[in-house]
């Protein structure tokens, strides 16, 4: 392929354009063949669907299925910590009045290690979960005093 220079004192695009225009100086680019570019356009597509999919199932399973809105801290020293997330998005989310799981979850990350403290005290075993975690919203300042 020829080294296109620009000619002294001229604009450095003027000069090849120029060129191109006379009938020389610039090659033409190799182009894909059509069906290799259909091919490479399902490709990425299909890969852009699949990781789609990934970021967003992996995103949305955090904050649902939690199954301890209406259980008591008993119940809530026995379930799994993403169980207790999931309760927590909908409480904190519903309660601040929130709908963006980014915002929400550093909140209810907090509200859950709050509560975990109090749950840890089994005589606060009959305490339900709501109430608990709406006490701690208003101790970590999550509710107006």
């Known amino acids: 392929m020829p080294q296109l220079r620009p000619v002294a004192g001229e604009n450095s695009l003027a000069a090849p354009i120029a060129r191109h225009r006379a009938g020389g100086g610039i090659e033409k680019a190799r182009t894909v063949p059509a069906s290799e570019e259909n091919v490479m356009r399902r490709a990425f597509g299909v ?47 519903k309660t601040l009045n929130l709908r963006d799981p980014v915002a929400v979850k550093p909140m209810a990350e ?36």
């Open 110 to 145: 907090q509200v859950q290690a709050c509560i975990n403290v109090v749950a840890a005290n089994k005589k606060m075993g009959a305490q339900p979960v709501a109430d608990a975690a709406v006490g701690c919203m208003y101790q970590l300042g999550y509710l107006p005093k």
């Open 47 to 93: 890969a852009g669907l699949v990781m789609t999919l990934a970021v967003g199932n992996a995103s949305a399973q955090w904050y649902s299925g939690g199954t301890l809105h209406r259980a008591m801290l008993s119940d809530w020293r026995a379930s799994s910590g993403s169980n207790q997330l999931a309760t927590l998005a909908d409480i904190v989310g």
